[in-house]
Every structure is written in structure tokens, then in C-alpha cells.
């Protein structure tokens, strides 16, 4: 009787298993590796940007939150937006309303760098 059911739960989970399984391994958004997709938020800690790359749908509002105990800025390579300095718990936020690639970087580090990818 035990073995019967131990077979039965079986069948009915390896199935739901399987599928769960390939639906992951398969997945593909179109982010490069180590990019935020579909996201918001772009947080300043330890004097980097996490994410460095983001990806976001046109019309998209990206905010950048100062997490760091340090002040910093975001400044975009092609001067399509600027901030000013704001310390730890600030923030500055953008949004996108045409695709492309903007890189960015901090106006203070400038060995901080992102890019936000707006499709």
C-alpha cells in the first residue's frame, strides 16, 4: 500500500515538476546579463550603482536612492539629465520617453558608472 502511493505522488508530481523546470531553464527576457529588467530602481551603495544596467519600456520613471554614506550625483553621458548632489536617503528620478542606450555616471565618482537600456 505504502509503495502504491509513494507511486502515485509520483506520477502526478514528476510531470508538474518537469514542467516547472523547463519553463525556468528556458526563459529568456532579452537582458544582458547582470541587467534589471523591467525595473525602477537603481540604488547608489558602496560607490557603484545597483543594477548597473537597467532595462525599462519607454515612458518608464527610473529612481536613482542614495544608499551610501557618501554624496553623490547622476549625470548622463549625453546630458539628457542631470542631477544635483544628494546625500544618504535622497533621491533623483527620470523618465525615458524615447528608446535608446544612456549611459550614466556619477558627477562626483566618476568611476561610477551605469547605463539604462529603454526599449
Same mark, same amino acid.
Given at each position: 500500500?505504502?509503495?502504491?502511493?509513494?507511486?502515485?505522488?509520483?506520477?502526478?508530481? !514528476?510531470? !508538474?515538476?518537469? *514542467? !516547472?523546470? *523547463?519553463?525556468?531553464?528556458?526563459?529568456?527576457?532579452?537582458? &544582458?546579463?547582470? &541587467?534589471? =529588467?523591467?525595473?525602477?530602481?537603481?540604488?547608489?551603495?558602496?560607490?557603484?550603482?545597483?543594477?548597473?544596467?537597467?532595462?525599462?519600456?519607454?515612458? =518608464?520613471?527610473?529612481?536613482?536612492?542614495?544608499?551610501?554614506?557618501?554624496?553623490? =550625483?547622476?549625470? &548622463?553621458?549625453?546630458?539628457?539629465?542631470? =542631477?544635483? &548632489?544628494?546625500?544618504?536617503?535622497?533621491?533623483?528620478?527620470?523618465?525615458?520617453?524615447?528608446?535608446?542606450?544612456?549611459?550614466?555616471?556619477?558627477?562626483?565618482?566618476?568611476?561610477?558608472?551605469?547605463?539604462?537600456?529603454?526599449?
Amino acid at each position: 500500500m505504502h509503495n502504491r502511493l509513494t507511486v502515485s505522488i509520483a506520477v502526478v508530481l !514528476l510531470p !508538474l515538476i518537469v *514542467v !516547472l523546470v *523547463v519553463g525556468l531553464v528556458g526563459r529568456d527576457d532579452g537582458a &544582458a546579463p547582470g &541587467a534589471q =529588467s523591467g525595473g525602477d530602481q537603481v540604488r547608489i551603495v558602496d560607490f557603484a550603482f545597483a543594477p548597473e544596467d537597467t532595462r525599462v519600456a519607454v515612458g =518608464s520613471t527610473i529612481t536613482w536612492t542614495n544608499d551610501d554614506g557618501f554624496d553623490h =550625483s547622476v549625470v &548622463a553621458d549625453d546630458d539628457l539629465f542631470e =542631477s544635483k &548632489a544628494f546625500g544618504q536617503g535622497g533621491t533623483f528620478a527620470f523618465t525615458f520617453d524615447r528608446p535608446g542606450r544612456f549611459a550614466y555616471v556619477c558627477g562626483i565618482h566618476n568611476s561610477m558608472r551605469g547605463v539604462v537600456v529603454v526599449e
